[in-house]
């Protein structure tokens, strides 16, 4: 082998072994960077289904909180119309009591309640009471019942009271406190059966 054959045996193996070299190094850093390509491809993908799960659970809140200030919105102006309503409903009720104070049943009624408050007194000393509206009806009543009367200084709509003082009892037939009584226990109920 001639020095030039050398030479040139020595130049093809170098550059043979540099490329082997060189390609490995590359090899190595390509294999480098696709690790850190893939583990940055995983941490974004970790970012982003952690956002969008954070994402989703700020609409559900928002619109849960929305849905419940729908819902108390709807509540209140429910409470609002009820309440318009129950009132309109008791006026009405006042009204038919009011007509149905100029018949002869309110005079038969004031009648019943007063003998029945008689009976329940017995011997008992009573003050039985008329509304000051019915203070026309108070002779009629009295003949009767055979009962003194005296007209009340509160107006209690009609109907009677009565006290039996040593037994510490009212006897309360007065339309005022059985409205306000009704008033009191009247409920809108839904189709459901929810108030």
Partial sequence: MTLEEKISHLQTTSMEQARAEGNAIIDSHREALEKVFKDHQAEALRQSETRIKA???????????AAAKSQLEIK?????VQQELKDKIFKEALSLVEDYMKTEAYEDFLIRCIRQAQEFA??????????????????ALEAACNAKLTVSAEDFIGGMRAVIRSRNVLIDNSFKTQLRNEYDKFLFLGGDGIA
């Fill in 55 to 65: 994402e989703t659970t700020s609409a559900r809140l928002a619109l849960n909180q």
């Fill in 76 to 80: 209140r102006r429910l409470g609002t």
């Fill in 122 to 139: 017995g011997t008992d000393e009573m003050v039985i009471y008329i509304n000051p509206g019915d203070e026309k009806k108070r002779a």
